[in-house]
């Protein structure tokens, strides 16, 4: 009987480890699924609102906005020109719509005061605008508990020469920003001018609204081969957006289109610990382009710099394309 007891004792220790092998196996899968999940960070650029407006119409597109990030839980980066509001008619309340950004647990960050290109105007002039956006911004955040840390170009335009790329990215760094390229996103603005346009117009409207959410799912496919190409994988996309009434009508819609393609909704600091992100932004063009599209120029991998648009959003826009 010795021996039988020690065989079972011995094929009941195998089973032991097997079954810790494979607990081990399973874990380790789980770990490689969740680092490699998909994520997206919501940003939001031109606060309060990109067009001037009315008090009133301009409480409802914020309302609406954060309506939708507040029922699915949203934390997002909103990216703010204190100049627009300041030369407008309604200051008192487009200040209002900010606060509400803040007490609606967003968070906000420099679009520099005067949504200048940095184009056409010198480096000192671009630098002194941020700054004045910065002595806006600075208190307002400090009320809410926050600090000023992210900053995105308008335009996305970085530096058309390398001298000026060069000292904007370190007066950026010594004043303790953070950049916020993109890496999806781009033409929402298009379709939304395309959608005041036509306001009033239902079946019209309908189709603008129809054809942004197809862009949307459009501009991820388009991202996200462009990621595989030029990175080797998938990673955080960081999607950009615009204060406007397409966005406060059919946030909601753009948003389960992102959750139905499998991504999780995070926010930018989170997505930003990828480490894709610290290589930076590695060229100097004029032109305004996302973050994968940059690095696919730096590498020689050909793939276009922007999504193509619907062919009548541009003409109902009232906006000649390039």
Same mark, same amino acid.
């Given at each position: ?10 094929? !009941? ?12 196996? #399973? ?17 939001? $650029? ?14 409802? #597109?914020?309302?609406?906005? /954060? ?8 934390? &997002? ?5 204190? %100049?627009?509001?300041?030369? &407008?008619?309604? !200051? ?6 900010? +606060?509400?950004?803040?007490? @609606? %647990? ?7 005061? !005067? ?16 700054? /004045? @956006? ?21 335009? /996305?335009?970085?530096?058309?020469? &390398? ?11 010594? @004043? %303790?920003?953070?950049?916020? /390229? ?17 306001? %009033? ?32 994988? +998938? ?33 930018? +600091?989170?997505?930003?610990? $990828?480490? #894709? ?46």
């Amino acid at each position: 009987m010795k021996p039988l007891k020690t065989l079972i004792m011995k094929k !009941s220790n195998l089973f032991v480890l097997l079954f810790i092998a494979l607990i081990g196996i #399973i874990f380790q899968a789980c770990q490689e699924q969740e680092k490699h999940k998909r994520q997206l960070v919501i940003t939001i $650029d031109d606060l309060p609102l990109v067009f001037p407006t009315t008090a009133d119409s301009a409480m409802l #597109i914020t309302n609406k906005l /954060l309506a939708t990030l507040t029922k699915y839980d949203i934390e &997002s980066v909103g990216f703010v020109n204190e %100049g627009k509001i300041l030369k &407008s008619p309604h !200051s008192d309340t487009l200040h209002q719509a900010l +606060e509400l950004w803040l007490e @609606n %647990g967003q968070e906000l960050g420099n679009h520099t005061y !005067s949504h200048y290109s940095l184009n056409e105007v010198s480096t000192d002039s671009f630098k002194n605008d941020i700054l /004045l @956006n910065e002595k806006y911004l600075q208190p307002l955040l400090e009320k809410h508990g926050q600090t000023l840390r992210y900053f995105r170009h308008p335009y /996305l335009q970085t530096g058309g020469d &390398s001298l000026k790329k060069e000292r904007i990215d370190q007066f950026l760094e010594t @004043n %303790g920003y953070t950049q916020a /390229l993109i890496t999806s996103g781009y033409y929402d603005w298009l379709y939304a001018a395309a959608y005041r346009n036509v306001h %009033g117009k239902r079946e019209l409207e309908e189709k603008v609204a129809n054809a942004y959410i197809d862009y949307i799912n459009r501009d991820l496919d388009f991202n996200e081969y462009a990621a595989n190409l030029v990175v080797g994988r +998938e990673i955080p996309m960081i999607m950009m957006f615009h204060a406007n009434t397409l966005n406060a009508d059919h946030f909601e819609k753009v948003i389960q289109v992102i959750h139905q393609r499998g991504y999780e909704i995070v926010t930018l +600091e989170e997505a930003l610990q $990828d480490t #894709i992100f610290q290589l930076g932004n590695p060229i100097v063009t004029t032109q305004p382009m996302g973050w994968l599209q940059r690095w696919a120029i730096h590498k020689g991998i050909p793939v276009d710099t922007l999504l193509q648009v619907d062919p009548f959003i541009p003409e109902l826009a009232n906006f000649k394309m390039y």
